[in-house]
């Protein structure tokens, strides 16, 4: 941690938790009765996705700006971000009287775009990634003195988003094990934080598992080397969580305070978004998901109550729409099989014929007679198929393989 900062305390975590009332709602805490039977053991979703503007990211900006002096306030703040940092500054700017500009990506998500106007921040649209949006933001600082909110490597911020570890054990207070996603960390730093510090009141020790996306994992890396390492982020659907470097006061908290820190594949994050829409009714973005995907492929131990962190549920319908399909296809509950057949007539209805006497659906097919894998006598088609899970799945394929066919599952 930081040489010149003294350590966080249990107080500042309810000091916090004060100034956040009326402002941050206590947000729901769920059991999930299917991932309790999967898990072995209760487990409780905390519905930060419930939280205002869709995610806690208000709790860390609200707690930063409150405690600006007076003559910091007039100037305003700013910030950059592509998504629930640019909407916490905007409401938190709006709710202390306090003049807000926010520098986004050009091509950042319409519905985001307008969230963050509609909470009253000036948004200001520069480069194509972030990088381009950071480096404006930091240049309007130097020109106007308006105070600069990081996302996560600030003492007040971590303070802030610390406040969803005070409610999961006023909810769930025997809790064993919290995880939570990372990104930069300031999350995860202030949950387990505080719930350390709850904890060792109490008497009892809390398990913290920390969960990043596989393809944009820093912390793996930089708790290895015991420092904060830049790697190549990979895109990821997790892309609110993709950090290429760790926050210096978040990475110096986490390595202190959290137990684990393991990562997920796209494929796991899009089966954990379906199964919290079908289970428990909850719109989660991909960040948001990633403690119950760690939960769901078996990477948590736990042997008493677990509670996962649902961080945020702010996504596009559109983008949505591509998630859901990528997780039917991970579940094998959509299946893309490719066929060659004999070219003459009636083909088409033997295999679809074959896939309902199986009880599967088919929803799109595409026919094609140019293809240079097949023989010349010989057409492709393309089937999508809807099935109710693997052993479903692999019932269709068994039954084309029986009547001749060779199925290629694409």
């Not at 707690?63 to 600006?68: D, Q, S």
């Not at 020790?205 to 890396?221: K, M, T």
């Not at 945020?312 to 559109?318: A, Q, V």
Request: overall charge negative; charged content about 20%; aromatic content about 4%.
């Amino acid at each position: 941690m930081r040489s010149a900062e003294p350590a966080l305390a249990l107080a500042d975590f309810e000091a916090a938790r004060e100034r956040l009332v009326g402002i941050a709602q206590e947000t729901p805490m769920e059991r999930s009765r299917y991932l309790s039977g999967m898990h072995g053991a209760d487990v409780f979703l905390k519905c930060e996705n419930l939280q205002r503007t869709g995610a806690y990211k208000i709790r860390g900006a609200y707690n930063m700006l409150a405690k600006l002096p007076p003559e910091a306030r007039e100037p305003g703040v700013v910030a950059a971000s592509a998504g629930n940092h640019a909407q916490g500054v905007a409401f938190a700017a709006t709710a202390l009287g306090m003049p807000a500009t926010i520098f986004m990506p050009v091509g950042v998500a319409l519905p985001k775009l307008q969230a963050t106007r509609d909470y009253g921040a000036a948004v200001e649209l520069r480069g194509l990634d972030f990088q381009s949006a950071l480096t404006a933001a930091l240049e309007h600082v130097e020109r106007t003195g308006a105070t600069f909110v990081p996302p996560y490597d600030h003492r007040d911020v971590i303070e802030g988003q610390g406040t969803v570890g005070l409610e999961i054990l006023d909810q769930v207070p025997d809790a064993s094990t919290v995880v939570v996603p990372i990104g930069g960390g300031g999350l995860a730093a202030g949950v387990a934080s505080a719930i350390r510090l709850r904890a060792a009141v109490e008497g009892r020790e809390v398990r913290i598992v920390g969960v990043q996306a596989e393809r944009a994992a820093s912390y793996v890396p930089s708790l290895a080397a015991g420092e904060p390492t830049t790697i190549d982020a990979l895109p990821t659907i997790a892309d609110g969580i993709a950090v290429a470097r760790p926050g210096a006061l978040p990475f110096a908290i986490i390595r202190d305070t959290v137990d684990e820190v393991v990562t997920v594949t796209d494929d796991d994050i899009a089966r954990a978004m379906i199964m919290l829409l079908e289970r428990a009714k909850l719109v989660v973005e991909p960040s948001g998901a990633v403690a119950t995907a760690a939960i769901m492929t078996g990477l948590v131990a736990s042997d008493g109550p677990t509670v996962a962190v649902l961080s945020g549920g702010n996504i596009d319908p559109l983008f949505m729409e591509r998630v859901i399909s990528r997780g039917l296809a991970a579940s094998q509950r959509y299946l893309k099989v490719r066929i060659a057949l004999p070219d003459r007539p009636g083909q088409l209805a033997i295999i679809a014929q074959i896939v309902s006497d199986e009880q599967a659906n088919v929803v799109e097919v595409l026919h094609s007679q140019h293809n240079a894998w097949t023989s010349i006598s010989d057409v492709s088609i393309d089937i999508s198929v809807t099935t109710r899970g693997p052993e479903h799945a692999e019932r269709v394929l068994e039954a084309l393989r029986r009547a001749g066919y060779e199925p290629q599952v694409l």
